[in-house]
């Protein structure tokens, strides 16, 4: 049955969504690096790593994007962010991995395809795998201090939606879709 509702947006994204101890472990780089650039801490509980950013989409079409995201076949991996950077054009301070690993790429890629093929619109940005810390920091080109890499052991990614309300965002995962379980190393 189609009613009003139908129409309503809600604004979403796919995203790799840490356990606690994870993101705990990246929000402890928030307060020193807070200290050198300035801005506003992320909650710590919210932080995560964007795969591909939809917007608004009528909330009818989520049970569409929900089957897209289940057609996406993935290994599970290991994500280290090793590195602290700055974007000056957004003032964004952001955890990095120095090596991204393939899967990640191609878990990204594959998530774009099935989007594409079911007529899902996103930003089509070039992947760039981030984890924002600060907003509205200063900064320069000189490279930030060291952190302790944090390693994420992905087993999988989320449907994210983001809330708004007086200017402060927040999110609700709202499907978690599993990868496959990687081969163990051979050897030893
Ligand atoms: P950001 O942290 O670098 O801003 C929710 O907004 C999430 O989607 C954030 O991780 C945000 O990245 C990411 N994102 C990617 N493209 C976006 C866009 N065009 N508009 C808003 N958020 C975007």
């Given at each position: 049955?189609s ?11 796919f ?5 606690a101890?994870?993101?705990?472990a ?15 801490a ?11 950013f939809?917007?608004e989409?009528e909330?009818s079409?989520?049970e ?24 000056g054009?957004?003032?964004i301070?952001y ?6 690993p ?21 930003d089509p ?6 984890v ?16 302790p890499?944090?390693r ?5 990614f ?12 927040s ?5 978690r879709?599993?990868?496959s ?8």
């Amino acid at each position: 049955m189609s009613t009003q509702s139908d129409r309503t947006t809600v604004r979403v994204f796919f995203a790799l969504w840490p356990t606690a101890a994870e993101h705990m472990a990246l929000a402890a780089w928030q307060h020193p690096l807070q200290h050198q650039c300035g801005g506003r801490a992320m909650h710590g509980e919210t932080l995560h790593n964007t795969l591909v950013f939809i917007g608004e989409i009528e909330q009818s079409r989520l049970e569409a994007l929900q089957l897209a995201a289940q057609e996406v076949s993935g290994e599970s991996f290991e994500l280290c962010f090793d590195a602290a950077r700055y974007w000056g054009h957004n003032h964004i301070v952001y955890a990095a991995p120095v090596h991204v690993p393939q899967p990640l790429q191609q878990l990204a890629g594959a998530l774009e395809q099935r989007l594409t093929r079911h007529r899902f619109k996103f930003d089509p940005r070039e992947y760039k795998p981030h984890v924002t810390l600060l907003r509205n920091a200063h900064w320069t080109d000189v490279p930030l201090p060291e952190m302790p890499p944090v390693r994420w052991r992905v087993k999988d990614f989320a449907l994210v939606q983001s809330m708004s309300q007086d200017g402060v965002a927040s999110y609700r995962v709202l499907a978690r879709f599993l990868l496959s379980p990687s081969e163990p190393l051979s050897g030893g």
